[in-house]
């Protein structure tokens, strides 16, 4: 199976918002409302931000966002902060396995 | 609170088993909704999921591992296992273990760093 397609990298200056996509098929994304969505900082093991499409974890703070159109999923944050640069990773149900992104590195200008 | 550690070999000849344990604490793997899984990431690369296993003994891989792959549960020490076979140096890399719900996975080890070679 094929990864999760996603930009390589994204940027913006704090206080902007950015959007990071994450494109997949018809037998994982475009079929069930299991994405994903981690926040993964340098040596650390990656932090789930975003689940079930659009559910925000306890403690995550709602400038973090996640939606769905057919077979891509999007990762919004507003407000951008420093502490917010990291790599994100998607993640999608699949059927009988999950599939990851390639990875997005998230710069703070 | 949920806590998963991973220990096994840091090291591995190639061609040989790569094995690794996943021990939980904090919780009980009989718990049901939960799916106990492996993910890796080799240096400087993104993250591959490997599979998951239920308490049951369920068992779900990757299709791209499945040959290779064996996850197991033992839920009388609350530990789940990790088995790859005739491991190469492609297999290097951080190897994660997580408890999962709806695919989503919510809570990790720390990782623990795994290298192939002679």
């Known amino acids: 199976q094929s990864a999760l397609t996603q930009p390589r990298s994204v940027s913006g200056s704090p206080g902007q918002s950015v959007t990071i996509s994450c494109t997949g098929t018809n037998s994982d994304i475009g079929a069930y409302n299991y994405v994903s969505w981690y926040q993964q900082h340098p040596g650390k093991a990656p932090k789930v931000m975003i689940y079930?499409?659009?559910k925000r974890p306890s403690g995550v703070p709602d400038r973090f966002s996640g939606s769905k159109s057919g077979n891509t999923a999007s990762l919004t944050i507003s407000g951008l902060q420093a502490e917010d640069e990291a790599d994100y990773y998607c993640c999608s149900h699949a059927g009988s396995f999950v599939v990851f992104g390639g990875g997005t590195r998230l710069t703070v200008l | 609170q949920l806590q998963l550690q991973e220990s096994g070999p840091g090291l591995v000849k190639p061609s040989e088993t790569l094995s690794l344990t996943c021990t939980v604490s904090g919780g009980s793997i009989s718990s049901s909704n939960y799916y106990w899984a492996w993910v890796r990431q080799p240096p400087g690369k993104g993250l591959e999921w490997i599979g998951s296993i239920y308490f049951s003994g369920k068992t779900f891989y990757n299709p791209s591992l499945k040959s290779r792959v064996t996850i197991s549960v033992d839920t009388s020490k609350n530990q789940f296992s990790l088995r790859l076979n005739s491991v190469t140096a492609a297999d290097t890399a951080v190897y994660y273990c997580t408890r999962e719900e709806t695919s989503t996975a919510h809570y990790w080890g720390q990782g623990t760093l795994v290298t192939v070679s002679s």
């Open positions: 079930d499409v659009n």
